[in-house]
């Protein structure tokens, strides 16, 4: 079983849609829990970021953390086409764990979110 | 600030061939990171810095080197290009313990093609 585990999609959805993506792990030591959004030919870049168990909102976007289930979701509330992007799921155990503290990430391969006017 | 920047944007090596990816930030940041990104198949960790002269392995160092001289540089360097290294490849970097999240930030990236 890979350490995370993201369903690559394509996910395409019309235009004011409810979008949800997720990720499921096998490690239980990961404490950090983050969101990735990359736009074609780019970098990516970090949308939202939650620490243990729980939910985080940020205006359109609510990332939501199941540490018991080992599952974390992304929501994403009248979907826009510039939310057009793929969207990768990124994990971290705590520094303590991480020894030297390379606060190293273990990305999901990513969902390519198309969303249509 | 420009962030993190990488040059070149793409490249096409021949097998065999030599070349050095440069991965520069202007943020003071301690830990900087080399990934490639197969597609479909996430990010994959080469190489990463905690600090200038020290770096460690990823997931997938083979056929890599690094080194770490400065704070603000940490170029990639493949010796003997192979097909598999088709790839794109980013540099990231973050903070070091203090800060307020684990929070990466990455270059544009290089595409490198080898044929």
């Known amino acids: 079983q890979k350490e995370v585990e993201q369903d690559p999609g394509p996910l395409s959805v019309p235009e004011g849609a409810i979008v949800s993506l997720n990720c499921t792990y096998s490690n239980s030591a990961f404490q950090y829990f983050m969101w990735y959004r990359q736009y074609s030919r780019k970098g990516p870049e970090l949308l939202m970021y939650t620490y243990s168990s729980g939910n985080k909102e940020d205006g359109r976007f609510t990332a939501q953390v199941d540490k018991s289930s080992k599952y974390i979701s992304l929501f994403i509330r009248d979907s826009q086409p510039s939310d057009s992007a793929t969207y990768l799921c990124a994990m971290s155990p705590s520094a303590a764990y991480s020894g030297a503290g390379s606060y190293q990430l273990t990305f999901g391969k990513g969902t390519k979110l198309s969303v249509i006017p | 600030n420009a962030g993190v920047t990488q040059t070149p944007k793409f490249r096409i090596l021949k097998i065999g061939q030599s070349m050095t990816l440069q991965c520069t930030q202007d943020m003071n940041h301690n830990y900087m990171y080399w990934y490639r990104q197969d597609p479909g198949m996430g990010l994959k960790l080469i190489y990463y810095?905690?600090?200038?002269?020290?770096?460690d392995k990823g997931e997938v160092p083979n056929g890599y080197n690094v080194s770490r001289s400065t704070t603000e540089d940490f170029p990639l360097r493949l010796e003997l290009a192979a097909p598999s290294q088709t790839s794109v490849y980013f540099c990231?970097?973050?903070?070091?313990?203090?800060?307020?999240?684990?929070?990466?930030?990455f270059g544009p990236g290089t595409r490198l093609t080898v044929t």
């Open positions: 810095s905690v600090g200038a002269g020290i770096t």
């Open positions: 990231a970097s973050r903070p070091g313990t203090s800060g307020s999240s684990y929070e990466q930030y």
